[in-house]
């Protein structure tokens, strides 16, 4: 699944204007935003330095509440009214209701934030729809984990401890799993510096408001380890920016929605112009992840240490205290999995679109794993209100319903495709390898394809850009489905395994 995220994307957030010269350049605003995020960078070295968890509450809000009002200016607002929303209806509702109230407010408003215009208010920037789309995970996460938390007390109370996380482990050991912490609702001040914790308020990585309250409360932040976790992601940056500035120069959006790209080009350089604009969009989704976790990892956002096992946007999911054998001699142990948002080795070489999506965007795949899929009372709807909320997120135009609808169908052909061919394949046979080549490079042009939906926004430039190319990739979809059916699933050397979202 997605979303984005897969998704996920950030409608515009790194996007550039493009000039008639078929060269893109960045507007003023785009600067400045790029700017503050590599200055986070540096920036969290400072914040390390302060222990007092108040003073270190005041500075990250200061900071990220600053960039917001020089980025965003008046569209500001509609991040204030969106959080003090949420923090009357955690006032004012129980817990039993107020993470419905909240997600439908949370939510609601996007509606209204991305309609504004039909209301004659100004059509906010694209760097507050980014500040608005984390904002909204953010928000509707904490009313989540306030009534979890509220139910697990509720369990414990009762003597049911097969409710709360940690049930499972046994009385008396010093390894168990983390249980669910009771969380009461945050005060308005805590809730304004979370939302506007600066680490993060564009592009993410989504945290959840315990990570947050943990940063603020590091005992020794100025030691943490934080070296070589940030080269470990710094170095891919060299290789995706440097990508992206060459790729964006020829391969420009806007040049797929003029009539030449379809009057004069034929079908080999539309195909090839498909492969370039996908690239373009990979690189610059990489390129701002890699600084987004750059900043978290500077700042000690994120830290555990390795013993808990932290998840990718859960945190810990081991409490207690440390075994001997989880002590190194060189100190405590941490990494940084809890906003790891992208593992770029994995979405470029997995051998399908599920295991490319993955490990793309991470975060935002936790949160609609967590709050979205798990919460779906029938199996059955599970994944389909997954996507629907994912192309919701993302915005209102018909391209996104187009490219997760499609996307949806990728995945069931390639379920369907596995347990039809690959189940008959020795793992470690020459046939096995070449179906995994082959479906990596199926999964390449089908990528290419249906982003051009998501990428041109309207379900008309969608339609006519894929009509351009006969609809190759859809035609293939069905045949390759009409075999899967022909051939039938089951047996085999591979053991079916059920698809689980992490």
């Known amino acids: 699944m997605l979303i984005d995220e897969s998704v996920h994307l950030r409608k515009r957030t790194l996007s550039c204007p493009i000039l008639m010269s078929g060269k893109q350049k960045m507007s003023p605003d785009e600067l400045i935003y790029l700017g503050l995020l590599v200055l986070s960078i540096p920036l969290g070295g400072l914040v390390r330095q302060v222990r007092e968890p108040t003073w270190r509450r005041a500075v990250v809000f200061a900071v990220g509440a600053g960039?917001?009002?020089?980025?965003?200016?008046?569209?500001?607002?509609?991040?204030?009214?969106?959080?003090?929303?949420?923090?009357?209806?955690?006032?004012?509702?129980?817990?039993?209701?107020?993470?419905?109230?909240?997600?439908?407010?949370?939510?609601?408003?996007?509606?209204?934030?991305?309609?504004?215009?039909?209301?004659?208010?100004?059509?906010?920037?694209?760097?507050?729809?980014?500040v608005q789309l984390v904002l909204t995970l953010k928000l509707s996460s904490v009313a989540f984990d306030i009534r979890d938390s509220h139910l697990a007390e509720k369990s414990r109370k009762d003597g049911n401890d097969n409710s709360a996380d940690g049930g499972t482990a046994q009385e008396g050991t010093r390894h168990k799993t983390a249980e669910q912490e009771f969380l009461p609702v945050p005060s308005l001040i805590d809730l304004f510096c979370y939302s506007y914790c600066y680490i993060g308020v564009y592009t993410g990585p989504f945290y959840k408001y315990k990570t947050y309250h943990d940063f603020i409360h590091q005992e020794?932040?100025?030691?943490?380890?934080?070296?070589?976790?940030?080269?470990?992601?710094?170095?891919?940056?060299?290789?995706?920016?440097?990508?992206?500035?060459?790729?964006?120069?020829?391969?420009?959006?806007?040049?797929?929605?003029?009539?030449?790209?379809?009057?004069?080009?034929?079908?080999?350089?539309?195909?090839?112009?498909?492969?370039?604009?996908?690239?373009?969009?990979?690189?610059?989704?990489?390129?701002?992840?890699?600084?987004?976790?750059?900043?978290?990892?500077?700042?000690?956002?994120?830290?555990?240490?390795?013993?808990?096992?932290?998840?990718c946007g859960q945190g810990p999911t081991v409490g207690g205290t440390p075994k001997p054998e989880d002590k190194s001699p060189q100190g405590t142990r941490y990494n940084f999995e809890t906003i790891k948002n992208v593992d770029i080795y994995w979405v470029e070489l997995g051998t399908t679109i599920r295991s490319g999506m993955k490990y793309w965007n991470m975060t935002v795949q936790y949160w609609m794993a967590e709050y979205i899929y798990r919460r779906v009372p029938h199996k059955t709807f599970r994944f389909p209100v997954v996507f629907v909320v994912s192309a919701y997120w993302h915005g209102i135009h018909g391209g996104y319903y187009l490219f997760f609808l499609s996307v949806a169908m990728m995945q069931f052909v390639e379920v369907k495709c596995?347990?039809?061919?690959?189940?008959?394949?020795?793992?470690?046979?020459?046939?096995?390898?070449?179906?995994?080549?082959?479906?990596?490079?199926?999964?390449?042009?089908?990528?290419?394809?249906?982003?051009?939906?998501?990428?041109?926004?309207?379900?008309?430039?969608?339609?006519r850009c894929w009509q351009a190319v006969y609809f190759y990739t859809h035609v293939l979809h069905v045949v390759l489905l009409a075999l899967a059916y022909v051939v039938g699933g089951g047996g085999g050397h591979q053991e079916k395994k059920k698809e689980k979202i992490n």
Not at 70 to 77: A, G, I, K
Not at 248 to 253: A, K, M, V
Not at 419 to 441: D, I
Request: aromatic fraction near 16%.
């Open 220 to 311: 020794r932040p100025s030691s943490l380890p934080v070296i070589q976790p940030l080269l470990d992601r710094a170095k891919w940056m060299p290789l995706t920016g440097g990508v992206f500035l060459l790729a964006s120069r020829y391969f420009p959006i806007a040049y797929a929605h003029t009539e030449e790209f379809y009057a004069t080009s034929g079908v080999p350089y539309r195909l090839w112009y498909m492969l370039g604009m996908f690239l373009v969009f990979r690189m610059r989704m990489y390129s701002a992840w890699i600084l987004a976790e750059c900043s978290c990892i500077t700042a000690g956002l994120g830290a555990y240490e390795e013993w808990r096992k932290p998840k």
């Open 418 to 463: 596995d347990a039809a061919f690959k189940s008959r394949l020795s793992p470690e046979s020459t046939a096995a390898n070449v179906y995994g080549f082959v479906s990596w490079f199926l999964k390449y042009r089908a990528g290419e394809y249906y982003t051009m939906a998501f990428l041109l926004l309207t379900i008309t430039d969608g339609l």
């Open 67 to 130: 960039q917001v009002l020089l980025t965003c200016r008046w569209d500001t607002l509609h991040s204030l009214v969106s959080i003090l929303g949420t923090f009357t209806i955690l006032k004012t509702a129980g817990p039993r209701t107020s993470h419905l109230l909240t997600f439908v407010w949370c939510f609601g408003y996007l509606a209204f934030f991305r309609t504004c215009h039909l209301f004659h208010l100004p059509s906010p920037a694209a760097v507050a729809n980014a």
